[in-house]
């Protein structure tokens, strides 16, 4: 028989059809052991699925982004003022959704999380063999900025604008995959050592005025240690040499309480003598030189601030001494401060992936006179044009 569901015979074959369907689920219910009328209004729907929160960040850095960030005395309480954009913030702790983080001038304040991007603190891997720079956290510090000048040389250059643009160049060579040749220490583009995971500069060319802005020695810490950095290095050129030397007077002075800061401080001094061997100049240098470090008399702790708030490999490096003719000239080139950059970034390559010690580590000096920094009174945060 042909059963097309068509013309007048349709609402006869549907009805059937639907008859046939309910009796069958009533006699498979009855057979269950379930009432017919219960059956057919048993719900098929799955339980709902439980959604988890993630576990808000603790502990991190918060970029704020080219619309700035409003500062606030407390979680929604009084606003104070309005930052501008292209700063890191560091933070180590978290109410809810606010976030109390630390000022470029060392003074604490809230900033709603909403309006930051965070990054979590990472997980510092121990360097050596088999270390995954790819996962490697380094905090790179241009030294000075703004009112703190730093050193200036003979014909009026500023260590503050040396310092930002080395470490700018640092950071552009640990951005992409390198190949390095350590017979000349020459760094090309290549396989061998992979972009490193986070690079974040205390001061950046893309922040307030090109980067000149001034930053307190704790906030500069405070980066390092909330970042969760693998290595935290300091980039400055000396002043006021006390000998001629032969050969570059580069200092690099390491924290004493800092484990393995010592070896990090060793590594870029030879890397530094390797790239600027190269260079004709009258050097001149420190009394001591290589990798030094210098102890409060009265303390007994890390004579710079900087490396005494430190808790990870930290070091300050010293290149050469901009108050000198020669060694200005260098440091007004592109040629001479992208070597240093070199000599950086192969330093520290070295420290995380091998055990290797360099030379000329010296051991710790008590060191009683006053090295000399800008006062943090008067600090001027930068505000937010309305």
């Not at 592109?334 to 000329?360: C, D, H, M, N, S």
Request: proline content about 6%; aromatic content about 8%; some cysteine.
């Amino acid at each position: 028989m042909d059963l097309q569901l068509v013309g007048r015979g349709r609402p006869i074959l549907v009805a059937l059809a639907a008859a046939s369907a309910i009796a069958l689920f009533a006699i498979v219910a009855s057979m269950m052991g379930v009432r017919t009328a219960e059956a057919a209004f048993v719900s098929t729907t799955l339980p709902p699925v439980q959604v988890v929160e993630p576990e808000p960040v603790r502990s991190g850095v918060a970029f704020v982004g080219g619309d700035g960030v409003t500062l606030w005395s407390g979680p929604e309480r009084d606003p104070l003022l309005a930052l501008e954009g292209g700063i890191t913030l560091p933070f180590l702790h978290r109410s809810g959704d606010w976030l109390l983080v630390t000022t470029m001038c060392n003074d604490t304040a809230w900033v709603d999380a909403a309006d930051v991007e965070i990054v979590p603190s990472a997980a510092a891997e121990t360097p050596g063999s088999g270390f995954d720079i790819a996962g490697a956290t380094i905090v790179l510090d241009p030294g000075h900025g703004a009112r703190d000048w730093g050193g200036v040389g003979p014909s009026g250059l500023a260590e503050k604008e040396v310092n930002l643009d080395i470490a700018d160049r640092v950071r552009d060579l640990m951005a992409a995959s390198r190949v390095i040749d350590w017979s000349d220490g020459s760094v090309d583009p290549g396989a061998e050592v992979p972009s490193f995971g986070r690079v974040i500069l205390t001061r950046d060319v893309t922040g307030p005025e090109g980067g000149d802005f001034e930053l307190g020695l704790g906030y500069r810490a405070s980066v390092a240690t909330a970042a969760g950095a693998d290595a935290f290095v300091s980039i400055h050129n000396n002043t006021v040499p006390r000998i001629d030397t032969d050969i570059p007077g580069s200092e690099v002075y390491y924290s004493a309480a800092a484990e393995g800061s010592d070896r990090l401080a060793s590594l870029i001094y030879e890397e530094l003598l390797r790239s600027f061997s190269v260079f004709e100049a009258d050097w001149r240098g420190g009394e001591l030189l290589g990798a030094r470090a210098r102890i409060d008399p009265d303390t007994g702790d890390d004579y710079y601030g900087l490396l005494r708030r430190s808790t990870m490999p930290a070091v300050i490096v010293e290149g050469v001494y901009i108050s000198e003719p020669d060694e200005e000239a260098l440091l007004a080139t592109a040629e001479f401060r992208q070597a240093y950059a070199e000599a950086v970034y192969r330093g520290i390559v070295r420290f995380l992936t091998t055990a290797e010690e360099g030379p000329g580590v010296n051991r710790p000096e008590v060191f009683g006179l006053d090295a000399g920094t800008v006062s943090g009174n008067g600090c001027q945060l930068p505000v937010r044009a309305e």
